[in-house]
């Protein structure tokens, strides 16, 4: 790669990291702000998918839409971005998986210790979704800029 779009690539996934952690933690409009609010949590596969999908019809589009699409859209960056920072056998779609697993997993954590937004296996989910897709797009471009 080179470095003109090496640190372009640089530029963007901090970007990407400074709106992913004020989106996950600090944006008050996705109830991101510690309350006196009893905090909920979800640590059974699908439960809150399937509740969203179930509900589809009941609750407004957005929030629907926020939940399900946008826990996978907001982790396809990391996706794409990672292996283009990597070197070597770290390009590789399972690093990138572990590594973009294990982020997602930190900020449930994170939330759950600190209370702010809620915890949910759900969102490790679709998260990692959003990882694997953002990896799919990086390899479809890696092939076609060899071809």
């Known amino acids: 790669m080179k470095k003109r779009h090496k640190i ?5 996934f901090v970007i990407y990291i400074v709106a992913l952690v004020y989106v996950l ?3 008050e409009s996705f109830g991101r702000t510690w309350s006196e609010r009893e905090y909920s949590y979800n640590f ?5 998918i399937r509740l969203f ?16 699409a946008g ?16 070197k070597g056998k770290k390009k590789n779609f399972f690093f990138v998986l572990l590594c973009g697993f294990l982020l997602t997993c930190s900020v449930e ?5 600190t209370r702010t937004g809620c915890c949910d296996v759900d969102d490790v989910i679709l ?4 990882v694997i897709i953002g990896y ?11 071809t």
């Open 109 to 113: 954590v994170i939330q759950l210790i």
């Open 8 to 12: 372009f690539v640089v530029f963007l």
């Open 127 to 130: 998260n990692t979704a959003g």
């Open 25 to 27: 933690f600090l944006a």
């Open 53 to 68: 999908w179930r509900s589809r019809h009941i609750l407004p589009f957005k929030d629907v839409f926020l939940n399900l």
């Open 71 to 86: 826990n996978v859209i907001a982790f396809m960056p990391f996706g794409l971005f990672f292996p283009m920072l990597m």
């Open 44 to 48: 059974t596969p699908f439960e809150t």
């Open 136 to 146: 799919i797009i990086y390899a479809v471009i890696k092939v076609r800029r060899h």
